[in-house]
């Protein structure tokens, strides 16, 4: 092998800006953006059945929840996924590295998915469990070695992110087409071992192109001395036994119940944040002027609430609408109603590349990453405004909403997510503290959590009132908050230096 074949970048540097090998990016977003695409396949094409089979008769092999049952228990496994990713950040910042808490994180979940390929109800619980401990491994840190491609003062990074939230959607619009078709024909396990294969194929490509990331170093960036690890190790090892023991023996003692594992974890998710930011801003590791663009991150961390608040509903109340109020044809063309969960893939997909070009074009004078953020909040909850119309009683009863007014709605919440999403995390890595930086990707990502945290009580209202009341309220909540970020936008342009 000769030495031009060799890649000599130090494994914590980024690439540099000569590297342009993938559409102008470099050629570590390639590595990254495969991984993402079969993680998304996995995840939320199993995201899209999985509130059906929840909902599904026991008799044709679903859990027979009710319908705001369903949807909770799935916001809660959605809370649990995004709280587990603090302690990713911290295992890759201090124990892990990043590619290695990637690597492991994938494991799990490939895992997490071939158990829910058992068609037992004991093993969609391990398998959830086996998820959502990947998955905080992965996620945040995945995102985190995307902002390692890049310097400060490389204009590409927005757009970088916006081409990786591209390939994340190229995931999300083929998971739900192909665990949709299982589930609805051959059974929902069928579909949970199709989530499986695509983790195991996005794990391959991960390992054959790990030479052209930065943050591959097999320790981690700021590692813990030799004695605070092993006692650090020993100190989760125990931990993790302990909660499980501690778990399974008030499970069998009647006292956690379904419901109190959900009103626990939407406890935790709103502690969570509280607590680590009270953390990082009294942290000696964190100077004065990291700390100063910390203030402006919490506004940006709310926005983020909002607007998840609503996206992940996309694949819980908005999946049981389908089911149940809307038509599943389409210029006479059948398909199950989890396929509507890849309209807002699809819309990513074909979206982000146009974003990713206008920020290029525009250059230093496109918008501020504050009011990017800001439309998409707007636009997240203009798609919950929209379907206040057709569910207002139009037609006698037994009445479908035709399939397009969903449609429609997933074209604005796509929009909104590729604005909110590709700039947040990108302006996350610039805001980050040096001592934090893939714990502060955790901390978007606890974002995340207490979205689903509070959609995890405000669902079980579903059974209850009116489809026009539930989603025109959320939506109006959003659209204030959405106008209220833009408010601020003098004060976050200020505060927010090196974010522009």
């Known amino acids: 092998m000769s030495r031009t074949d060799v890649d000599t970048t130090p494994d914590n540097q980024p690439p540099g800006k000569n590297d342009h090998a993938f559409f102008g990016q470099p050629k570590g977003l390639m590595t990254l953006s495969g991984l993402e695409v079969w993680e998304r396949f996995s995840f939320l094409g199993m995201q899209a059945i999985l509130v059906l089979y929840f909902a599904d008769a026991v008799a044709s092999g679903g ?10 228990v799935s916001a809660a496994y ?3 996924v995004y709280l587990v990713s603090v ?15 990637v690597l492991w994180g994938g494991v799990l979940i490939a895992c997490g998915h071939y158990s829910m390929a058992v068609p037992t109800a004991t093993m969609t619980w391990v398998g959830l469990g086996l998820i959502s401990a990947g998955t905080g491994l992965l996620k945040p840190n995945v995102a985190t070695m995307v902002g390692k491609l890049y310097r400060t003062d490389d204009d590409r990074r927005d757009a970088g992110f916006a081409l990786y939230y591209m390939a994340i959607n190229i995931g999300a619009f083929a998971g739900p087409l192909i665990t949709g078709w299982l589930g609805d024909h051959r059974g929902w396990h069928w579909g949970f071992s199709a989530a499986a294969i695509g983790m195991t194929l996005g794990l391959v490509q991960y390992v054959l192109g790990r030479r052209h990331l930065a943050g591959r170093a097999k320790t981690a960036e700021f590692a813990l001395a030799p004695d605070a690890m092993r006692r650090a190790v020993r100190l989760i090892v125990v931990g993790v036994v302990l909660a499980a023991v501690i778990a399974t023996g008030l499970a069998l003692a009647g006292w956690l119940t379904m419901g109190r594992f959900v009103d626990l974890l939407t406890l935790v998710s709103v ?3 509280v607590a680590y930011f009270a953390v990082m801003f009294a942290s000696p590791r964190v100077t004065p002027e990291e700390r100063g663009r910390l203030r402006p991150y919490i506004v940006l961390f709310l926005a983020s609430t909002v607007f998840n608040f609503i996206l992940f509903q996309a694949y819980s109340t908005m999946m049981l609408l389908a089911s149940t109020n809307a038509e599943t044809t389409i210029l006479g063309f059948d398909f199950p109603a989890s396929w509507y969960a890849s309209a807002l893939g699809a819309f990513e997909v074909g979206l982000a590349p146009v974003v990713a070009a206008l920020w290029v074009r525009m250059g230093r004078g496109q918008p501020h990453a504050s009011n990017k953020i800001a439309i998409g909040v707007v636009l997240g909850g203009l798609s919950f405004l929209l379907m206040a119309l057709p569910t207002s009683g139009h037609g006698g009863e037994g009445h479908l909403m035709s399939a397009w007014w969903i449609v429609g709605s997933y074209l604005l919440l796509g929009l909104g997510d590729i604005l909110l999403e590709t700039s947040g995390m990108s302006a996350t890595t610039k805001l980050a503290p040096v001592a934090f930086s893939s714990q502060t990707m955790s901390l978007w990502f606890l974002s995340l959590a207490l979205a689903n945290g509070i959609q995890a009580q405000t669902v079980k209202l ?6 026009p009341a539930y989603f025109g309220v959320n939506g109006a909540i959003a659209v204030a908050a ?5 408010a601020a936008a003098p004060w976050l342009r200020r505060t927010m230096h090196p974010v522009h």
């Open 63 to 72: 859990l027979g929840m009710s319908a705001g049952t369903a949807a909770s």
């Open 87 to 101: 302690a990713g950040g911290w295992l890759a910042d201090r124990i892990l590295g990043s590619y290695r808490a």
């Open 271 to 273: 502690i969570a944040p």
């Open 78 to 80: 959605g809370t649990l």
């Open 462 to 467: 579903y059974d209850d009132v009116s489809p």
């Open 482 to 486: 959405g106008l209220a970020v833009m």
